[in-house]
């Protein structure tokens, strides 16, 4: 089962490699399609493609891959045509903070999306370096969060908030890579020993 999930952590710390690993599962399902929406070029390994193409591309492959944006209005297009025109879609959002989803500038379609998208069969995957920059309405919709290495007080305040102890330990620790994942704030999983 696919999740809303939330993969932070400072710039370094593996958080495409993780995500490439759950896209790589959806591989295996070929009746799981997935959208990356790629705006550093991290994800050149699946087939690109445009708006106006995914439903004659989704015929083809499970897994395309789209240029992401830091326009505003490019952003709420790229958003509003997800949810108006696709259903039963994992969208994988890299770099979430500049791409509509930072604190205090949240874009509304991406909002819709994330609040309402979820009765439309789409899941989100975001990924961003700052939790403290991430929306807190785009946390809170997450069931899952994979958390990683911070640099700041500021961010592992976030952590706090959704598991106290997790924070702890992976402040802590001396593996770089150190990875807990939480559902619904409880501890599920420990990636990379912390």
């Not at 949810?83 to 989803?101: T, W």
């Not at 930072?102 to 975001?126: D, H, M, Q, T, Y």
């Not at 620790?173 to 704030?185: D, I």
Request: glycine share 6%; aromatic share 8%; hydrophobic share 35%.
């Amino acid at each position: 089962m696919v999740y809303f999930v939330t993969v932070i952590g400072m710039t370094g710390t593996g958080k495409t490699t993780y995500i490439k690993s759950q896209i790589n599962k959806f591989l295996k399902n070929s009746k799981i399609k997935c959208l990356i929406l790629d705006i550093e070029g991290d994800f050149s390994e699946y087939k690109k493609s445009k708006l106006n193409n995914l439903k004659e591309d989704f015929k083809k492959t499970n897994i395309l891959r789209i240029q992401g944006t830091e326009d505003s209005e490019e952003q709420s297009k790229i958003y509003d045509y997800i949810f108006k025109h696709m259903r039963n879609v994992v969208v994988v959002i890299d770099e979430i903070n500049s791409q509509g989803g930072r604190e205090g500038r949240l874009n509304s379609s991406l909002e819709r999306l994330a609040v309402r998208g979820r009765k439309r069969g789409i899941k989100l995957i975001f990924a961003g370096q700052r939790a403290s920059l991430i929306s807190k309405t785009l946390l809170s919709s997450s069931i899952v969060h994979v958390l990683k290495k911070q640099g700041w007080d500021n961010d592992y305040k976030i952590y706090r908030q959704l598991n106290k102890d997790v924070e702890q330990k992976i402040r802590e620790s001396p593996n770089q890579y150190c990875t807990a994942v939480l559902k619904q704030g409880v501890l599920v999983e420990i990636l990379n020993d912390m």
